[in-house]
C-alpha cells in the first residue's frame, strides 16, 4: 500500500511542478490547505477519493494519470525486502534528512511504513504533522525530538510513541550522524 501512497504522491507533486503550481496556489485552486497537499505529496496521509479527485482537477488531469502504476502488483502473505531493495525517499525541503524504506505494508486495513532516517549534524526541516501514530527508536547517536512545544533529549535505545497529528521535527546537535528507526501507522486523511 506504502509504494502505492509513494507512486501516487509522487505523482501530484511532479503534475504540480511540471504546471508551475505552488503549494498555495494549488491549495487555492482546491480547496484544501497546503498543509494536506504536503502530507499527500511527502507520503504522511493517504487522501480519500473526494480529495484525490479535486487534485485531479486543478491540476487539469484525469484521476487515471495520478493513479497510473499503483496497484499493479500482488500482494503476497509474506513480504521479504532486499537490503539492495530498499527506496530512497525524498520528503519535504529539507536538509541533511535521508529516509530509507524498511517495509511498507497495509494488513488488515492497517497501513504501516517502517523507515530508516539519518539526521545528520545541523540538519534542517520544519515541523511536519502525520495522519497516524509514529514510534521513533534511538539506533545511533543522540537527537531532541520536537514534539508540540516540548524539546525531548533522546539517546541510543530510547523509543518515543506519539500522535503524528502534532507538529514534530528531530534536531543532531552533534557532531556524528543519528540513525533512527521511524514506523508510521497511518490513518485516512481528513477533508
Not at 507520503?43 to 495520478?66: C, D, G, H, N, Y
Not at 513480504?79 to 530512497?88: A, D, W
Not at 534542517?124 to 534511538?138: H, S
Request: charged share 25%.
Amino acid at each position: 500500500m506504502r509504494q502505492n501512497l509513494i507512486k501516487l504522491g509522487s505523482a501530484i507533486k511532479s503534475f504540480r511542478k511540471g504546471k508551475n503550481l505552488t503549494l498555495a496556489m494549488l491549495s487555492e485552486k482546491t480547496g484544501l490547505t497546503a498543509g494536506l497537499l504536503s502530507r499527500i505529496e511527502n507520503f504522511r496521509t493517504i487522501p480519500s477519493l473526494p480529495v484525490l479527485l479535486k487534485i485531479a482537477a486543478a491540476l487539469e488531469v484525469q484521476p487515471a494519470e495520478l493513479l497510473a502504476g499503483i496497484g499493479e502488483k500482488d500482494s503476497p502473505a509474506w513480504i521479504l525486502v532486499r537490503k539492495n531493495e530498499r527506496l530512497q525517499l525524498e520528503r519535504e525541503n529539507s536538509k541533511g534528512f535521508r529516509y530509507e524504506t524498511l517495509l511498507d505494508t497495509e494488513s488488515a486495513g492497517c497501513n504501516l511504513q517502517t523507515l530508516i532516517l539519518t539526521v545528520e549534524p545541523g540538519a534542517e526541516r520544519e515541523k511536519v504533522t502525520t495522519d497516524g501514530d509514529q514510534f521513533i527508536f534511538i539506533l545511533k547517536g543522540d537527537i531532541i525530538f520536537t514534539l508540540g512545544a516540548k524539546k525531548i533529549n533522546m539517546s541510543e535505545g530510547d523509543i518515543l510513541f506519539f500522535d503524528g497529528g502534532i507538529e514534530h521535527v528531530p534536531e543532531n546537535p552533534g557532531t556524528e550522524p543519528a540513525v533512527l528507526l521511524a514506523v508510521y501507522l497511518l490513518k485516512e486523511a481528513k477533508q
